[in-house]
């Protein structure tokens, strides 16, 4: 069992005994029960669109499909609107920047990393739900009992997340994400992005089903939204990431007239 | 706003920060317009750790061995289609299927590799594992 799975079984046990004994608590009502997300779950692009997640996106809402292998090439955000300034900082972007011994291992934050290609593994209760992603080894952890972050909370990759159950479906805001990219070519967001993602199961529960939307007036004219489905596989549990910065060493700054392209005449396809 | 005061100074930050991370664009780096490469050479190195693996390969062209190296999807994600870090070994001699670097460097991402024998290491990419 790797040092994060232990740490959020810990968690979770510690969380299960504090709770009130059930014979001290009166009977006012059923228990409320929630779908269960819990289990690992591999990404898989192929699942249609839910459409009834999509109608609960926000007008003004650019659909970024990207989800997955895709990839968008530099100068295309997928419809995002980006204001001057953040225009103006896409055209400085130098994709080796990426490729350097200090930023090798430095992940994204959640908007980008959740629709990233690798398994998540979800740890659900009552009070709160933890999304371990192989990813960078990302920890997410959900608060379900409505409290609000302190005044001098930091920010960090997986920020502060509030979440709430609207019907079956578990409605997550998230803020305090440092600046990172949105879709790895040179477009990052800021410290002020507020994510909302909505998460629910297909009826047969084998499907986790989400929406990602996602919000930052200071860089953009309108908002984005990414939709994102992983397949339940059981008996798997997501890998150790352990980023090695040593593999910045097969990069290495270019002469300015051997850098790649801004620019490529085609949006590129999944590597396969 | 969350933090008053705070936005436009978050947005100088953002926007002047380069806030890169590690994981490069495919993207960018690599032509999938062209056609795949094949190359076939001596593994003189072996790298299978995140967030890509590299094959270091010893290939003659010519009259002359040359280095190639191959950039491999995250080994995590390799690992469920049959990789391991002994997959290959200094001496193996395998043949690399790949995307060519855009600068036109000796260095492919690779889609495939097969013993000289012709067996495949691993099993082929989904579409959803390539990244």
């Not at chain 1, 980006?82 to 350097?100: D, F, I, M, R, S």
């Not at chain 1, 930023?103 to 994204?108: H, I």
């Not at chain 1, 477009?187 to 089903?209: I, Y």
Request: net charge neutral; proline share 9%; with cysteine.
């Amino acid at each position: 069992m790797s040092r994060i799975t232990a740490l959020i079984a810990i968690s979770l046990a510690g969380l299960a005994s504090c709770a009130p004994q059930a014979s001290t608590q009166p009977v006012t009502a059923a228990p409320v029960t929630h779908p269960d997300f819990s289990g690992f779950w591999n990404l898989d692009t192929r699942v249609p669109r839910d459409e009834a997640l999509m109608k609960q996106v926000a007008p003004n809402t650019a659909f970024i499909d990207d989800t997955g292998p895709k990839e968008f090439p530099a100068g295309d955000f997928g419809g995002l609107k980006l204001k001057p300034a953040a225009l103006e900082a896409v055209g400085k972007w130098n994709p080796y920047n990426q490729l350097t011994p200090d930023n090798a291992c430095k992940p994204p934050s959640i908007v980008y990393a959740m629709q990233g290609p690798f398994p998540i593994e979800i740890f659900q209760s009552e009070k709160f739900i933890v999304i371990k992603l192989e990813y960078y080894d990302m920890v997410r952890l959900i608060f379900l009992d409505g409290r609000r972050p302190e005044s001098d909370f930091p920010d960090s990759d997986v920020g502060f997340s509030s979440g709430h159950w609207e019907g079956s479906t578990l409605v997550v805001e998230t803020t305090h994400l440092e600046p990172a990219t949105i879709t790895n070519n040179g477009l990052d967001h800021t410290a002020d992005v507020r994510v909302l993602e909505r998460f629910k199961l297909s009826p047969d529960g084998q499907t986790l089903l989400a929406t990602q939307e996602f919000e930052d007036p200071a860089i953009l004219d309108n908002r984005g939204v990414r939709f994102i489905a992983w397949r339940k596989q059981a008996g798997q549990h997501v890998f150790p990431y352990e980023c090695d910065p040593g593999f910045a060493g097969n990069y290495s700054q270019p002469a300015p007239d051997k850098k790649p392209a801004a620019k490529h005449p085609a949006r590129s396809e999944p590597p396969n | 706003m969350r933090r008053p005061g705070a936005t436009l100074a978050a947005l100088v930050l953002t926007l002047t920060c380069g806030c890169a991370f590690a994981h490069h664009s495919f993207a960018v780096f690599f032509d999938t317009d062209s056609q795949l490469r094949k190359i076939t050479g001596v593994v003189k190195e072996f790298r299978f750790t995140n967030p890509h693996g590299v094959v270091t390969l010893a290939v003659v062209e010519g009259n002359h061995e040359v280095i190639w190296r191959a950039e491999t999807n995250s080994p995590s994600i390799l690992r469920r289609r049959g990789w391991s870090p002994d997959s290959l070994h200094v001496g193996d001699r395998i043949t690399i299927e790949g995307w060519p670097a855009r600068d036109g460097s000796k260095y492919l991402r690779m889609r495939a590799a097969t013993r000289a024998n012709g067996e495949p290491i691993g099993t082929a990419p989904t579409p959803v594992q390539e990244k």
